[in-house]
């Protein structure tokens, strides 16, 4: 199993920024994706599940401003980011459980400056 994850930057608070993960090794569409973040000295903490029938959740921190989505043809969750605020800055993570193991993708930094 293996997940990349890009689209992460350098960004002024109030901007935006979409996260893409793609992933391979697995049957795509019938597993839940993951969106994680790990600010620095933090413990890593979950920002957005997506179910295979395309149900959403979020951390409260995040409701209103992040979507996240997935494109089953083309194997791809994304995490729209939008009214970006400098305590979002952290490394953004793209996860999925298969038959009880999590695997991460490599992690790409947003960084929002003030």
């Known amino acids: 199993v293996q997940l990349q994850a890009s689209g992460g930057g350098l960004v002024q608070a109030g901007g935006s920024l979409r996260l893409s993960c793609s992933v391979s090794?697995?049957?795509?569409?019938?597993?839940?994706l993951s969106w994680y973040r790990q600010a620095p000295g933090m413990q890593r903490e979950l920002v957005a599940v997506?179910?295979?029938?395309?149900?959403?959740n979020y951390a409260d921190s995040v409701k209103g401003r992040f979507t996240i989505s997935r494109d089953n043809a083309r194997r791809t969750v994304y995490l729209r980011m939008k009214s970006l605020k400098p305590e979002d800055t952290a490394v953004y993570y793209c996860?999925?459980?298969?038959?009880?193991?999590?695997?991460w993708g490599q992690g790409t930094q947003v960084t929002v400056s003030s």
């Open positions: 997506i179910t295979s029938d395309h149900s959403t």
């Open positions: 996860s999925v459980i298969r038959q009880g193991v999590a695997y």
């Open positions: 090794g697995i049957m795509f569409s019938i597993h839940t």
